[in-house]
């Protein structure tokens, strides 16, 4: 199996073969072709991630399906590496490769929104925003992230949770079909009556099975929510996460709530008595009758500080769009992550001593709560790992100079090292980092296996191999 850790050829070999996969490309190609010396090639070869920088060979920038359809054939019998991206948002790098082929559907952001049926159409290469822009337009949502610079298509490949997946399930969970590329240039639907194995893996499986070039969603009536937003002093951080463990468990589906431990920034917003202090910030979602929502929020203002305490109702479009700052892209990102079925007071104390040496304000141990709409879907409905374990935990760390690589890798591995014994098996996979392939067995638990026949099935030579990988019997 080619993989970037493991590249199979040297450089004159690679730069062999992409002039081969270029001359082949050209003139049956109707969108753009990049190499280094293009002016557009700097701006088209870089992804989020700061922390990963690779050189690609050749990024083939597909104007439709059609071109797709071409890279892949073309790319699949000359043996060329090859990197599929969407939004470039994968934590990993995935969308990238050093010397071989991008396959890249930038252009490829069309989309439409039919309110009766309360479906869209959007395109392989759609980011969140484009898709919450156009479905708000009809007052319908699409259930997706909450950054809406990230890419649709590794979003609802690897799941998709955000805000409302309590309410209405997993990005996943509300795609109706897919229009597939295959491995050997075919276009393929999968839905309920359709390539029912192949609809299965594409709910969770991530990129292994092809190039999505078309979605269908599933949308729902929704135009705005109640945010509440607070900060809860480092003294009462350990009840407020035992007051958020106990009110979770039986929460409505209405309620989201996410806290995130960290040093709270300078910012005017922030209490001048919590700026540079440790924190929990607690991000509450209402999607029904906003006076339903008091209870709740009260339970978790009784811990914060009172001049942190901010509730509003705010357009869906607003909520989807308020952390993107936050994670801007070009910044050095590292994360790991895991389950927990109970948060145990022991996994309460670890969680305070990782804040107490938390290396940056930026770095967070983001905490959230699934269940749910997600949690009522049967486990071997979809090809999703692990939907009933409610606490899932991100160690997210987030800087600026790479000096700092060390320090911020060092305290997310040894954090990890020291929850690990009290998690449950399982990740996310659209939280993983580049160096956990070994993990990837681990996320999909019982439905491996199926994931492995689906995976020979259509693509025997692993040709979809730069993501977390499920490799074929034949590879
Ligand atoms: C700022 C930020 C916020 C995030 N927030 C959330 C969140 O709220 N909820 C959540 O669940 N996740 C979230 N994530 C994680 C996110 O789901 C993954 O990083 C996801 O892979 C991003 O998708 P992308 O299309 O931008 O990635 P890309 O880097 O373009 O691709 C990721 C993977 O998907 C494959 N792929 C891309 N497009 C296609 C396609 N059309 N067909 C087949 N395979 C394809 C790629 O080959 C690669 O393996 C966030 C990530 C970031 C960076």
Redesign the pocket.
Known sequence: MPSQSNPPQDGREQARVCRETYSALCGRFNGDLLRASDPEYEGART??NGMVARRPGLIARCADVSDVQTAVRVANDIGILT?????????AG??SCDGGLVVD?SKMRDGSVDPDARRARVA?GCLLGSIDRATQRAGLVFPS???SH??????I??????WLTRRFGLSCDNVAAFTLVTADGSVVRADPKQNTDLFWALRGG??NF???AEFELKLHPLKSVVLAESLTPEANIRTLLECWRESMADAPLDLKWNVDLRLASHKMNVPAQLRGRLVAGSSLIWTGAPEAAQPYFQRAFSLCHPDSVRTRTVSYLNLQTMADSD?PHGRRYYTKSGYFSYLDDATIDRFLEALATVPSPETQIELAYLGGAAGEIAADETAFGDRSAPFIINLLANWADSSADALHISWVRSVFGKLRPAMKPGVYV??MSGDEQDRVPEAYQQRWERMVEVKTHYDPGNFFC??QNVQSKKS
């Open positions: 992804i989020w990197a599929v991206r969407c939004g470039g948002h994968s934590l995935f969308s559907l392989g992230g909450v950054v990230t890419g649709a298509s590794g979003l490949l690897g799941g998709g949770t955000g991530g990129g092809g190039v999505v994670f659209n939280f730069l993501n």
